[in-house]
């Protein structure tokens, strides 16, 4: 079997400590399964401004292109909040999406059944959930120009972000999730402010024309919803979606909030995919949807569950083993039905576990799948 590059960036914060399990992990992929995934590990962000006074190197945005996959943890802390803007540890993480060309973010919201209590919501509105986000990533306001902050009359400033988007950015992304819903439940709902933003007027014509003019999308049921709508939507009944598809600002946002409604930013992963390139190569990296949490790192209790399932969606996305992906994820929920659980998920009569137990509970039961 030929080998397969892996490049692990622990980052900052709780990084190391749950890129650590994940590295358990795939030492047992090769050793059990003969996957030959070699891996490779570099600094980034905070940790690489404090080694490199950049956080992210030339020669590690190199190694990160010519990778199958790049699994990510976290990046930033306050220790950098006074770092020059253009060099603070998430600025890594924008010029990676940017430089390879990683424009579809896929954040799922699965509700495990075993932590349907850990959430703020009612068990009948969460229970069987399984949403599925794809945010647009390379452009929008986080991208546009002109930007700064500029000095003006009477001694005032003035920020300026610039929100915009071309057809094309649109309607790669939207053919993402048409593609999902159609391996899905073939249902998809488009988010915009096309109420307020041309931008957003735009963004809603181009979904609907690539809808529109796609013979193949024609069994998905198409929707558009504002985004504020959509975000109070999630809260009152998030089972009536299946594919949401938006762009980066409101992505970021609305991502974040379907990731709350199952109850753990810390069980839920994340992958950024490129289109293909002429020798038909995507490039990807993998992350947990949380941050670097510097308040509990280095205590050995972070839930590492979020970065091993992000390795299982490399699996399946990069590396092309869907069934060692099912496996893995099949193992993560079978040690949360045995009622082990780190902090963050922690509820009464369960067993609480370190970040290091919970990846050593996730090898055990994949050493009885052998």
């Known amino acids: 079997m030929p080998k397969k590059n892996i490049l692990l960036l622990a980052g900052d914060g709780i990084g190391p400590e749950i890129m650590a399990e994940v590295k358990k992990v795939i030492d047992w992929f090769n050793v059990n399964k003969k996957l030959s995934l070699e891996i490779s590990e570099e600094l980034v ?44 540890p998430e600025r890594a993480l924008l010029r990676l999406r940017k430089e390879m060309r990683l424009f579809a973010n896929l954040r799922p919201a699965i509700c495990f059944e075993e932590l349907v209590s850990a959430s703020t919501l009612k068990p ?16 929008g306001i986080y991208f546009g120009e002109p930007r700064g902050i500029e000095h003006i009359e009477n001694g005032d400033r003035k920020g300026i972000n610039t929100h915009v988007y071309t057809s094309k950015e649109i309607r790669r992304v939207a053919k ?4 999902l819903a159609l391996k899905r439940n073939l249902k998809v ?3 915009d402010k096309s109420n307020v933003m041309e931008a957003g007027l735009l963004w809603k014509e181009e979904v609907q024309k690539l809808y529109d003019d796609s013979k193949e999308y024609k069994s998905i049921e ?5 985004a504020d709508n959509l975000a109070m939507q999630l809260v009152r009944n998030p089972k009536q979606f299946d594919v949401i598809v938006t762009d980066n600002l409101f992505g970021d946002m609305l991502s974040d909030e379907a990731a709350m409604l199952t109850g753990s930013l810390g069980m839920l992963p994340s992958a ?42 490399a699996l399946k996305y990069s590396l092309d083993f869907d069934e060692e992906s099912d496996l893995l994820n099949e193992v993560v929920k079978e040690v949360l039905k045995d009622g082990l659980r780190t902090a963050d998920i922690m509820e009464q009569g369960k067993q609480q576990v370190s970040t290091s137990e919970m990846g050593d509970a996730i090898i055990a039961k994949l050493n009885n799948k052998i």
């Open 45 to 88: 962000g905070g940790a690489s401004f404090d080694e490199n006074g950049t956080p992210l190197t030339d020669q590690v945005l190199f190694k990160a292109m010519d990778s199958n996959a790049v699994l990510l943890a976290a990046v930033g802390g306050p220790k950098w909040d006074d770092v020059e803007f253009s060099k603070k």
């Open 124 to 139: 009948e509105i969460i229970s069987g959930l399984d949403i599925l986000i794809v945010r647009e990533l390379t452009g």
């Open 176 to 179: 993402v999730a048409f593609d």
């Open 189 to 191: 709902t488009s988010a």
């Open 222 to 226: 198409l929707s558009h919803m504002l």
């Open 272 to 313: 950024s995919l490129s289109e293909k390139d002429k020798h038909g190569r995507i490039r990807s990296m993998y992350e947990p949807c949380h941050g670097s949490a510097p308040d509990i790192a280095g205590k050995g209790i972070a839930n590492p569950i979020a970065m091993i399932l992000s390795f299982a969606m």
